[in-house]
């Protein structure tokens, strides 16, 4: 599976403020480039933190979905939720029938709460025993026939991508502003590591708008993914 992670960021690293409401870091160029990529994947992953404050579609729109019928595919990209305890709202916008959705819970969540998501027509998936195990997960989606995946955040779900040494692609934009906040969520959160930081390698910097595109590709050790695949 290619796993590659987007995010805009403050110029102090934050994704959003410490009420966790969703600020446009992007601007108009940069969505734009955003759209680019997620037609370019066979899904769109998310976490349940950033589907309760954002209520995000992740679907792409006109052109995209064209380009994207004339190569065979569906016309926008398969929608993940991460989702341990099946919280997904059952009015939000990824649960509408634009494209398929997979909610990804645990063996925690309540049954009942996984029914009322199938009545709402996404695929519900277990991987994991209290939390999702992010490794499991991506197996279970390659098995359904995925390939790649674009991760939009938040913070915690991508901390945990790169702890489990599954990522292959990091953009990150930096847009020119300052947000602060002990507590406002990071490009990583989760616990942090102590003695053995991820190691990216620079592949490529950009001017887009008033901010910046840095891409880097992760130097993996051995993948926690395809030791299990
Ligand atoms: N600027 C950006 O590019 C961007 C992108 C996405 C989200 N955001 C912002 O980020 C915030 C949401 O981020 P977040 O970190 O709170 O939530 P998140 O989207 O990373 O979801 C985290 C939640 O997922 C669940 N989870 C299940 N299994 C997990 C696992 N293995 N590892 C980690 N989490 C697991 C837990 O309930 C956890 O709290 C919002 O404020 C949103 O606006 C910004
Ligand atoms: N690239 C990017 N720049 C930003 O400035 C920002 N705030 C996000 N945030 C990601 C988050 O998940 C958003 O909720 C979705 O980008 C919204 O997606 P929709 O348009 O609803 O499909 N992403």
Request: glycine share 8%; net charge negative.
């Amino acid at each position: 599976m290619h796993v590659v992670v987007n995010a805009a960021i403050s110029i102090d690293g934050k994704l959003s403020t410490r009420r966790r409401e969703q600020v446009a870091i992007s601007g108009e160029r940069d969505f734009e480039r955003v759209s680019e990529l997620r037609a370019n994947n066979d899904a769109i992953l998310v976490g349940i933190g950033t589907v309760l404050a954002d209520d995000p579609h992740l679907v792409v729109e006109g052109s995209y979905r064209k380009r994207r019928q004339d190569q065979g595919l569906i016309p926008t990209p398969h929608r993940i939720i991460i989702d341990s305890r099946a919280r997904t709202p059952t009015d939000a916008e990824v649960l509408d029938d634009e494209a398929p959705t997979y909610i990804i819970v645990s063996e925690s969540a309540p049954t009942s709460r996984q029914a009322d998501l199938e009545v709402e027509g996404a695929n519900v998936m277990i991987a994991g025993r209290d939390r999702v195990s992010m490794p499991a997960a991506l197996s279970a989606l390659a098995d359904s026939g995925m390939s790649s995946i674009m991760v939009e955040g938040g913070g915690e779900i991508i901390f945990s991508l790169f702890e489990a040494n599954l990522v292959d692609e990091l953009s990150v934009y930096v847009g020119s502003m300052l947000i602060g906040g002990r507590d406002a969520p990071t490009l990583a959160d989760g616990d942090g590591f102590i003695d053995d930081p991820t190691q990216l390698q620079l592949t490529s910097v950009k001017q887009i708008d008033d901010g910046v595109l840095l891409q880097y590709d992760v130097e993996t050790t051995a993948s926690t993914y395809d030791s299990i695949d």
